[in-house]
């Protein structure tokens, strides 16, 4: 049975890794006209209003467990056959090839560190939320922290947060919000998405990844902090130390409609060494 999705906003407007393949950049990530423009807004509005610390707290409560699923990572990939994005004409192939691009594109550029191929494969796995009932706003979509003020590049923000009762409190409607100054990004409550949950089931599972790997899976859908420069008040040294690494893989997880499929086929038994390497055997999701 498949899931079907509707935009999802992190995705629609990225820029193409490829310039050949870009007329116009400007095109993409904009949230002032557009066709989709509607759909997108309402996306962001139901984000905006519901996704407070109780509602991330709460879910983090459901899924902390990690006892809806037992599956290898490669069945996960999987998996990602059956969520299609019912908005987009122009892509009908599975959603696993953009896994399989991400990491060849990483593997390219990257051949020594097959720990960043791995995240490639990985990094939106946690997308099966969909398919255990998750509402869109509560899977896809830009991250921003819960718990203090929304900071300026946050998408929307000047007309979607009216509703989010957070925004009332005192406790929570300031710049630094909950949190102390520098008080260190892990130390954050991030809104509720795939990138939240694949990282706290990285750390469940006991993933043998370098730290980098997790920052780029919790962060990598975070551009109010890699690409809008916002939230640094909440930042320690790691976290810039980190952030390098972040905006690096961001360059090969921008959305790109590329005719050129991977023969999946024929690079699973390479994937698969690296799974066995650093995340093997049937994992709690």
Known sequence: MKVVMGPDPSLIYRPDTDPEMTKDKDSFRNYMSGPLLDRVFTTYKLMHTHQTVDFVNRKRAQFGSFSYKKMTVMEAVDLLDDLVDA???DVDFPN???????????RKAHPDKDWFHLV??????G???ALWGEPQWAVVGDTFPVGCRPQASVVFR???????PDLQDPRY????????????LENVLMSWGHD???YQMMKFNKFSLPWEAFYMVRFHSFYPWHTGGN??????????????????FNKFDLYTKSPDLPDVHQLRPYYQGLIDKYCPGVLSW
């Open 96 to 106: 696993s090839f953009h896994a399989f691009q991400t990491a060849e594109g990483i």
């Open 173 to 184: 409607s300031t710049e630094l919000g909950m949190y102390q100054p520098h008080c260190g």
């Open 196 to 198: 939240e949950y694949l």
């Open 231 to 248: 939230y640094r008040q909440l930042c320690n040294q790691q976290d810039l130390d980190m952030l390098p690494w972040v905006q690096e």
């Open 87 to 89: 908005s987009d004409p």
């Open 158 to 164: 000047d007309c979607t947060f009216q509703d989010n």
């Open 120 to 125: 490639g494969l990985l990094h939106d796995l």
């Open 127 to 129: 997308k099966v939320l």
